[in-house]
């Protein structure tokens, strides 16, 4: 069900869409830009909710037959562009935008589209789509969605208004969580490996493949040490296939050497995130503070370059001689 009370976090960015539209002054173009699973297509889809809703100004009134019909999909002033390819061509924007756009809403205020990964429009796919933003009819909102507003033309930056989604705090997941019913400490073990994103720690808490995944992982950081180093590049080629899951394995590799630190230096486990494998921990934590640390910084530096788009096998060997240095 899309309405604001089912989103966590982003209020400055739900409140201006809600003052936009109770003062009159909805912009005709928006970027929502951020990381995956971040609740951008929650909050766009509210919000175009909100704006064909027949009754209110504040949130939907889940009543009147825009409602109801955008929420069973079938809106006819709602356009939500959701292409399954890499990249989005200029095809797709005059099938699903130019052509819609000719035509007067067919019941509602607005026509709204919502674009989704608009990050992977070609330049000329951009292009078409400029045109009709910078002349658009009274009734168009357009709302891009993007993982990286670096890649569209300044002309288009230029003519909407931008909002990034920032990660949710820790704190703020574990509450959503344990909301849920999901028990307290399995909500701050789940909220540490979901770097802020409610969707990944939904994903992670209802999931029972992480735990498996998550388990072989841990095993591989506790032999760690007694690799040798054709042992070594055999873990690497492994991660290599699991490449679009190498942020999740270094943040385990991060969770552990994390709650080790804190083991050590406690001698308690009332703060270690991970109370499911102690022993682990407690191995671990015989090493030097100054090896837990380098190894911390080492596993932060590589998330950095693999950001950046480094590559993967030369950033592995990087980090797994750091890890294994004594
Ligand atoms: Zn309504």
């Given amino acids: 069900m899309y309405k604001f009370e089912n989103i966590v976090g982003n209020d400055?960015?739900?409140?201006?869409?809600?003052?936009?539209?109770?003062?009159?002054?909805?912009?005709?173009?928006?970027?929502?830009?951020?990381?995956?699973?971040?609740?951008?297509?929650?909050?766009?889809?509210?919000?175009?909710?909100?704006?064909?809703?027949?009754?209110?100004?504040?949130?939907?009134?889940?009543?009147?037959s825009s409602c109801?019909?955008?929420?069973?999909?079938?809106?006819?002033?709602?356009?939500f562009i959701d292409s399954e390819k890499k990249s989005l061509g200029i095809a797709d924007i005059r099938d699903n935008i130019i052509k819609n756009i000719e035509t007067k809403p067919f019941k509602y205020k607005y026509k709204v589209f919502i674009i989704k990964d608009a990050h992977n429009m070609t330049i000329q796919a951009q292009n078409a789509l400029l045109k009709t933003i910078e002349d658009p009819p009274k009734f168009a909102i357009f709302i891009l969605l993007s993982k990286n507003y670096n890649s569209f033309l300044p002309t288009i930056l230029s003519r909407c208004i931008l909002f990034k989604i920032k990660p949710l705090l820790p704190n703020t997941i574990e509450k959503f969580l344990i909301d849920k019913g999901i028990d307290s400490n399995m909500a701050k073990f789940y909220s540490a490996?979901?770097?802020?994103?409610?969707?990944?720690?939904?994903?992670?808490?209802?999931?029972?493949?992480?735990?498996?995944?998550?388990?072989?992982?841990?095993?591989?950081?506790e032999k760690l040490d007694s690799l040798d180093l054709i042992q070594m590049y055999n873990i690497i080629n492994k991660y290599e296939t699991m490449k679009q899951n190498i942020n999740n394995i270094l943040d385990i590799y991060l969770l552990v050497y994390r709650d080790s630190l804190i083991f050590k230096q406690t001698n308690s486990f009332d703060i270690v995130i991970q109370k499911d494998i102690q022993n682990c921990i407690k191995t671990i934590s015989n090493m030097s503070v100054k090896n837990l640390i380098n190894k911390i910084e080492a596993l932060l530096k590589a998330k950095i370059y693999l950001e950046q788009n480094s590559n993967f096998n030369m950033t592995m060997e990087y980090l797994f001689f750091k890890l294994k240095e004594k």
């Fill in 68 to 79: 109801i019909s955008f929420e069973s999909g079938n809106n006819p002033d709602f356009f």
């Fill in 193 to 221: 490996y979901s770097r802020g994103s409610i969707g990944v720690a939904l994903d992670i808490a209802y999931s029972e493949k992480f735990i498996n995944f998550r388990q072989n992982i841990i095993n591989d950081v």
């Fill in 12 to 64: 400055n960015i739900i409140n201006s869409f809600i003052k936009a539209n109770e003062n009159n002054t909805v912009s005709h173009a928006y970027i929502l830009d951020g990381k995956e699973k971040t609740g951008k297509e929650l909050i766009s889809k509210t919000f175009a909710k909100l704006l064909l809703c027949e009754n209110n100004y504040k949130n939907p009134c889940l009543k009147c």
